[in-house]
T-cell receptor
Framework: DGGITQSPKYLFRKEGQNVTLSCEQN?????MYWYRQDPGQGLRLIYY???????QKGDIAEGYSVSREKKESFPLTVTSAQKNPTAFYLC?????????????FGPGTRLTVL | AQTVTQSQPEMSVQEAETVTLSCTYD???????LFWYKQPPSRQMILVIR??????QNATENRFSVNFQKAAKSFSLKISDSQLGDAAMYFC??????????????FGTGTRLKVLA
C-alpha cells in the first residue's frame, strides 16, 4: 500500500540534544513538507522541498534542519537551538503535477522534551 | 500574504443533524485551491473535500459539501446527517494555484467538532 510513514510515533529528548524525525513516502510524490502542530495554532510550516536536493524554509524554520537526498525521504532534525520543541510533528507529501493538489499526511510524531 | 481564519474554535451538533463550519481567507490571487481536512483523535489528517477557485460549482462529497463564496472569500463546510465518527478537528487550508510559485499550504487554526448522541 502506498503511503507516508513517520517514525517514531513518540519521541523523548533531553534538553540540549539533537533528534531526527523520520519521514518516508512511497507515493512517488515530488514535494514534501514538515509541519508543527501546537494546541490552538493549527499547522505551521517548518520546511518544504519540491524536488530532491532542494528545500526551502517555511514560517518557523529556526532551530530545525532538513535534508532531501532521496525522493522518498525527508528527515527533520530538531536541534538544541529550538527553544520549545515539544509539539506534534506532521510530515506531508504532494504530487508535483496534475489536477490533484491535496497533501497526503503521515501519522505524525509526538516529541516531548524532558 | 495569504491568511486563513476559522473563527469557531469549537462546535457541537446532534447526531443526524446538520452543522456548518466557517472559514474565511484573504488573498490577492484569483486562482487557488481550498481544502477541508479532518483530524480525528488518531491525529491522522484526512482530506474531506477540495474546491478549485475557478470552478463556480460548490464541491460535494457524500454528506460533505461546501459553500464557496469567492467574492466574500468564504469557504464553509456543511456536514449533513452528522455521525459520531465525524467528531474531529477540522482544518481549512489554502494553496496557490500558481505553478511558478511555491507549493505552500496555509492552514487555519481549526474547529473542534463534537457530535452528541
Amino acid at each position: 500500500d502506498g503511503g507516508i510513514t513517520q517514525s517514531p510515533k513518540y519521541l523523548f529528548r533531553k534538553e540540549g540534544q539533537n533528534v531526527t524525525l523520520s519521514c518516508e513516502q512511497n507515493l512517488n510524490h515530488d514535494a514534501m513538507y514538515w509541519y508543527r502542530q501546537d494546541p490552538g495554532q493549527g499547522l505551521r510550516l517548518i520546511y518544504y522541498s519540491q524536488i530532491v536536493n532542494d528545500f526551502q524554509k517555511g514560517d518557523i524554520a529556526e532551530g530545525y534542519s532538513v535534508s532531501r537526498e532521496k525522493k522518498e525521504s525527508f528527515p527533520l532534525t530538531v536541534t538544541s537551538a529550538q527553544k520549545n520543541p515539544t509539539a506534534f510533528y506532521l510530515c506531508a507529501s504532494k504530487v508535483g503535477q496534475g489536477p490533484y493538489n491535496e497533501q497526503f499526511f503521515g501519522p505524525g510524531t509526538r516529541l516531548t522534551v524532558l | 500574504a495569504q491568511t486563513v481564519t476559522q473563527s469557531q474554535p469549537e462546535m457541537s451538533v446532534q447526531e443526524a443533524e446538520t452543522v456548518t463550519l466557517s472559514c474565511t481567507y484573504d488573498t490577492s490571487e484569483s486562482d487557488y485551491y481550498l481544502f477541508w481536512y479532518k483530524q480525528p483523535p488518531s491525529r491522522q489528517m484526512i482530506l474531506v473535500i477540495r474546491q478549485e477557485a475557478y470552478k463556480q460549482q460548490n464541491a460535494t462529497e457524500n454528506r460533505f459539501s461546501v459553500n464557496f463564496q469567492k467574492a466574500a472569500k468564504s469557504f464553509s463546510l456543511k456536514i449533513s446527517d452528522s455521525q459520531l465518527g465525524d467528531a474531529a478537528m477540522y482544518f481549512c487550508a489554502y494553496r496557490s494555484r500558481s505553478t511558478s510559485g511555491t507549493y505552500k499550504y496555509i492552514f487555519g487554526t481549526g474547529t473542534r467538532l463534537k457530535v452528541l448522541a
